[in-house]
């Protein structure tokens, strides 16, 4: 069974650390790319961070610089290291592997990549 | 930054009913959309990629349209199961992503 299971949230002061990590099974984790997703309380989802088969990574503003994706493949592993926590860090996070759905698109030039499959999401609080 | 505009954010439908929802990006981006379900409680699920392919596993009465800027999620006839919130996502600009700000569905 394809599976992926996020486990190290808890509860953290503002300005800590949290290493979360994403245990993959049931799938050739290190021919996918794989995703951080986030989600508030009550809100919506927000991408966090990528990291390709090659070990690119990629962050949006609100948290290049405070947090470090990796991988380890012979583990079936994915890490989030999350640094200088503030309290809007507080989320459920989701861990998504990036399923590449198409045929190549020769128009496009790319193939399209799609989020089917995610673990069940750690919760982290930052809270003093 | 692309900037993806859901419309209704919430919405009330009784079953059987067909319901639509839309999604509008601040450029084109193609086809490059996706919608994915979520519960509460649950992690979200996809529907629809690449704005109009069903996959796998999902009902027909799923269904996606679009490109460029303006996209419809609609559901044909509204199951009890169908309940829940729904996003869209582009990755137009793949792997940097951004969803919608989702929209939820109600029973009526």
């Known amino acids: 069974e394809v599976q992926l299971v996020e486990s190290g949230g808890g509860l953290v002061q503002p300005g800590g650390s949290l290493r979360l990590s994403c245990a993959a099974s049931?799938?050739?984790?290190?021919?996918?790319?794989m995703h951080w997703v986030r989600q508030a309380t009550g809100k919506g989802l927000e991408w966090v961070s990528a990291?390709?088969?090659?070990?690119?990574?990629y962050y949006p503003g609100s948290v290049k610089g405070r947090f470090t994706i990796s991988r380890e493949n012979a583990k079936n592993s994915l890490y989030l290291q999350m640094n200088s926590l503030r309290a809007g860090d507080t989320a459920v996070y989701y861990c998504?592997?990036?399923?590449?759905?198409?045929?190549?698109?020769?128009?496009?030039?790319?193939?399209?990549?799609?989020?089917?499959?995610w673990g069940q999401g750690t919760t982290v609080t930052v809270s003093s | 930054a692309i900037q993806m505009t859901q419309s209704p954010s919430s919405l009330s439908a009784s079953v059987g009913d067909r319901v639509t929802i839309t999604c509008r990006a601040s450029?084109?981006?193609?086809?490059?959309l996706g919608w994915y379900q979520q519960k509460p409680g649950k992690a979200p699920k996809l529907l629809i990629y690449?704005?109009?392919s069903l996959q796998s596993g999902v009902p027909s009465r799923f269904s996606g349209s679009g490109s460029g800027t303006d996209f419809t999620l609609t559901i044909s006839s509204l199951q009890p199961e169908d309940f829940a919130t729904y996003y869209c996502l582009q990755d137009y600009n793949y792997p940097a992503l951004t969803f919608g700000g989702g929209t939820k569905v109600e029973i009526k």
């Open positions: 450029q084109g981006i193609r086809n490059d």
């Open positions: 049931g799938f050739t984790f290190s021919s996918y790319d």
């Open positions: 998504a592997r990036a399923g590449i759905l198409t045929g190549y698109r020769p128009q496009e030039g790319s193939y399209y990549y799609g989020m089917d499959v």
């Open positions: 690449a704005a109009s």
């Open positions: 990291i390709g088969t090659a070990g690119d990574t």
